[in-house]
C-alpha cells in the first residue's frame, strides 16, 4: 500500500468519523437497554441497535460515493495518479473497512451481551451471528449498487432492497426449525442449517465485493 493509498483510505475514515463514532455509541448505548431485564428493553435495544447499523451503512454509502460524484469531487480523485480502477478498489476497501469498525464493534457487544447477561439464554448466539454476518452482507451490496449507479433513482431502490431484506430474512431465518426451536436453550445449537445460511452470507459476501473489481473498474464513462 503506497502513501496515496493510504492518505485517501484515511481520508474516507477522517471525512466521516464523527458518523462511526455516533453509530457506536447509539450501537453500545442500545445494547445496554436491550439488557436491562424486560422483554420490552430487550426488544426497544435490540431494534435501535439493529437500526443503527442499517442506517449507518445506506448513509456511509450515500456520502462516501454518491455524493462524492454528485458533488464531482471525484473528478479531482482521477486528476491524481490513480486509474478510475483503482479507485474503485480503493473506495470499496476504504468503505468496508469504514463500516467493519462499527459492525465490528457492534457484533461484539451483541454477542457479549447474549454470553453475559444473566437470564438471557445462549441458544440466542446462532440467530445472533448470523444476522450480524447477514448486516455486513447487505451493506456491501448497497456499497457496491452505489458504486454501480448512475442515477438517484437506482440508489433509492438498492436502499429499499436493503431495508426490506433485513425483515424479510428475520422472518425466514425466524420459520426454520434449528432456529425457533433452541432460541431459548442454554446452550448454543450449531446444527445444519447454521452452517448452510452462514456459507451462503460468506458466498454472497465475496460475489458481490468482486463485481466491482470485474464491471465497475472497467467502466469507460467515470462520471
Not at 476497501?93 to 454477542?111: D, E, K, N, S
Not at 457496491?144 to 431484506?165: D, K, P, Q, R, W
Request: hydrophobic letters at 60%; a neutral charge; aromatic letters at 12%.
Amino acid at each position: 500500500m503506497n502513501t496515496l493509498t493510504s492518505k485517501l483510505i484515511a481520508k474516507d475514515f477522517h471525512q466521516h468519523r464523527w458518523l462511526l463514532a455516533g453509530t457506536i455509541a447509539i450501537g453500545m448505548i442500545s445494547l445496554f437497554v436491550a439488557g436491562g431485564g424486560t422483554p420490552m428493553l430487550f426488544n426497544i435495544g435490540m431494534l435501535c441497535w439493529l437500526t443503527a447499523i442499517a442506517a449507518f451503512g445506506c448513509v456511509l454509502a450515500m456520502l462516501g460515493i454518491s455524493s462524492e460524484r454528485k458533488e464531482r469531487a471525484l473528478l479531482f480523485v482521477l486528476s491524481l495518479p490513480l486509474s478510475f480502477g483503482d479507485y474503485v478498489r480503493l473506495k470499496l476497501f476504504g468503505l468496508l473497512l469504514c463500516f467493519f469498525v462499527p459492525w465490528l464493534t457492534l457484533t461484539a457487544g451483541a454477542i457479549g451481551l447474549v454470553l453475559v447477561k444473566a437470564g438471557m439464554p445462549d441458544g440466542l448466539l446462532p440467530f445472533t451471528i448470523l444476522l450480524c454476518v447477514f448486516l455486513l452482507a447487505n451493506f456491501s451490496m448497497v456499497l457496491c449498487c452505489a458504486l454501480f449507479a448512475t442515477s438517484e433513482g437506482f440508489m433509492t431502490l438498492a436502499i429499499i432492497v436493503h431495508n426490506i431484506a433485513i425483515s424479510l430474512f428475520i422472518f425466514l431465518i425466524g420459520v426454520i426449525p434449528e432456529f425457533y426451536g433452541h432460541l431459548q436453550d442454554p446452550a448454543p445449537v450449531w446444527g445444519p442449517a447454521f452452517w448452510t445460511v452462514l456459507g451462503i452470507e460468506a458466498a454472497f459476501l465475496v460475489v458481490i465485493c468482486s463485481l466491482p473489481y470485474f464491471v465497475v473498474a472497467r467502466r469507460r464513462d467515470v462520471i
